[in-house]
Structures are given as C-alpha cells and as structure tokens.
C-alpha cells in the first residue's frame, strides 16, 4: 500500500489516522499491529516531534508522521490506483480532437503569445466502467493544454460555455477523428438561446470584479478586458447568424487597442454597453431553439460509448 505522506503537514488532535508501522514498547515487545485504528490526542508544534495516539481501548503510543496515515486516505482507491491510471497522461493516447484556441486562433497573437490546445479524449470502455473512474479532463499547464472527457465536453456545450463552443469552431484543428469529425458537422445542433443567459451571467460578473479592482487598485489587466468584449461581441453574432465566431475581423484593431491599454475605461465601458444593448435585440430576433439537441447528443455519446467497446 503506498504511504500519502506530507511531512510538513502538521494534523491537528481529533485526527482520526492509522499506524502504518508495527508498534512497540520500550522491551521490544508489541504493542500494536500496524494498520491499527486511532486518534491524535496531542499534536507536536513541528514536523520532527512525535504525536500522542490515542487508541479505542485507551492505550497511547507516540509516533511521528511518517508513522501514521490519515485514516481518510487510507480508504482512498487512489492508494491501489492501477499503474496505469497512476499518471493521467497515460489518457492523452485516447485524444479523438486536438485544436488551438485562445489568441492565435482568434487573430489576436503578439509576439510571445502562447499556444493554446484544447479538445476531447475518449477512453476505452473498460477504463470508462472501471471502479477507479477517470478525471473530468486531463491538463497539461505547462503546454497550456486542457482535454476534456468526451461527456463533460457535451455537457459544457450544451451550457454554451463559450470555451468549449470556441473549440468546436476554430479553424486550427490538428487533429480529428471520424467521431470527431461528425460532431463538428452537427455542432450547430448545441447552440442555443442559452448562450445569451451565459455569456451575459459571465460578462457582468468579470466586468463588476474589474470596477472593483479598478476603484482598489487603479490597475486592470487590459488583456482580460479585450476578451470579454470579444466575447460579447461573438455572443452577438451567435445568436444573430447561428455559429460561433472565432477568427476577429473588423474589430482587430480596437480590440487590440484596448489590450495595449491605448482605450480609456470609459470608452471600453461605453462600448461594453452599446454591444450589451445588441445582445439582448439579438436575443429577441435569434432563430435559435430555446435549448440544444439533448436527443441528438445523448444519442452521439451513447454510440460514441458503444464504440469503445470493441
């Protein structure tokens, strides 16, 4: 069984913690088996003194963290976690769609700009059914990469969460496989008038937080405020036209203004105002259905599923 061990974690008395050492007394003879049930009675003020365990029957023994394990963890699947699902990049093998997001696939990269990459894995179905489970999604930080697990994919979507809908209509896709390529055919199939209720819901939220960092700071980060108005302003024409821009056209320009820092608040504000005003006409002439296709899509991940099973 694998020790989760942090040293320099000191645990609080009332901790319920197992002995992961046999103990014993003074004679050498033994006191406790290791494995054994207790609770810490007395925490040490560092990391190289001993605690005092308390057992059910009364009995204390002192022993120092390497000695004992949270009683918590101990029952954790993680501990006999296969080798094979031990490092999660072992999944990146299942990635049926890889595409670059953010910046360079909106147009507006400078130099020094990451690359961003973000998709789909689908495991196998054994993987799937077994009793470890697998992450929502599997990330990469320092290759700015995020694959999502094909079912929290479809679920995010169907929320019009604009990061997910942006990797179904970028232009640079690396990779694609034929499940893959038939959910980008369909994929106007998850647009709906949801997307005005959540990119709104965030949008004012981000720019209230940015009023209150403003009035605290006097500082903002000019990049993030550049986003959110591109990201009305692709909310707009998602609802007016029916797919998702990605690649910025006639705003570039005063968009990368605003990242430069060369806008005025007040005039990004007043920007930010009119475009919300578009927004809700959008809404009330949208062809859009009130929700997305649940049936086509459960349907795709269903047979998606059946899929990888053979």
Not at 85 to 90: K, P
Not at 121 to 136: I, T, V
Request: charged share 25%.
């Amino acid at each position: 069984m694998t020790k989760i061990i942090k040293p320099h974690l000191i645990l609080p008395a009332g901790t319920q913690v197992v002995t992961v050492v046999e103990c014993r007394g003074l004679e050498g003879e033994a006191l406790r088996r290791k494995g054994t049930v207790g609770k810490i009675i007395k925490s040490p003020t560092d990391s190289k003194h001993s605690y005092l365990i308390q057992f059910p029957d009364g009995g204390q023994v002192s022993l120092h963290r390497q000695e004992i394990a949270i009683r918590k963890q101990v029952q954790s699947l993680n501990f006999d976690r296969p080798e094979a699902l031990a490092d999660n990049s072992n999944l990146s093998q299942y990635i049926i769609y890889r595409c670059i997001v953010g910046s360079r696939a909106y147009g507006l990269d400078v130099a020094g700009s990451d690359t961003d990459r973000r998709g789909i894995y689908l495991p196998p179905a054994d993987l799937h059914w077994s009793l470890y489970g697998l992450p929502e999604q599997i990330e990469n930080d320092e290759n700015q990469e995020c694959f999502w697990e094909l079912q929290k994919f479809l679920i995010l979507a169907l929320k019009a969460n604009p990061n997910v809908l942006e990797c179904l209509y970028t232009p640079l896709v690396e990779e694609a496989s034929p499940l893959a390529v038939e959910l980008l055919n369909e994929r106007s199939k998850l647009l709906s008038k949801l997307v005005y209720q959540t990119y709104n819901g965030y949008i004012l939220s981000q720019f209230k937080k940015l009023e209150s960092d403003l009035r605290v700071s006097g500082e903002l980060k000019w990049k993030h405020v550049m986003h959110l108005v591109r990201l009305l302003s692709s909310g707009i024409t998602i609802l007016r036209e029916g797919f998702v821009p990605v690649k910025i056209e006639g705003d570039r320009e005063r968009l990368l203004a605003i990242r430069n820092g060369e806008t005025s608040w007040d005039e990004v504000n007043n920007w930010r105002m009119e475009l919300h005003n578009q927004f809700a006409a959008a809404f009330d002439q949208t062809t859009l259905p009130e929700r997305p296709d649940y049936e086509w899509t459960n349907d795709f991940l269903i047979r998606a599923r059946r899929e990888m099973t053979k």
